[in-house]
């Protein structure tokens, strides 16, 4: 997700029936009907619970951004492996 959510709209434009966009704090979309929105404690758990799943995944911008402690995560140099390995 993003503030200005390009690549979200990119792949609906390309024809992508649903996207589902997950941030660290849950991202507020109104009227796109195809775009799901989740934060991190909340697509954990509704996969977990088997919810839902995927076909396929993109990552913008984001790996490079854990372990710093930015979004409260714990700071960790090697935050980004670790993401990496979940």
Known sequence: SSISPWVEATLLQFGVKEVTTVDYNEP????????????QAGIAKAYADGKIGFDGIVSFSGLEHD??????????PFGDFS???E
Not at 71 to 76: E, H, R
């Open 83 to 85: 993401a990496m390995r």
């Open 67 to 76: 372990g710093l402690g930015r979004y409260g995560d714990p700071v960790n």
């Open 28 to 39: 507020k979309v109104v009227g796109v009907p195809q775009l799901k929105t989740f934060g």
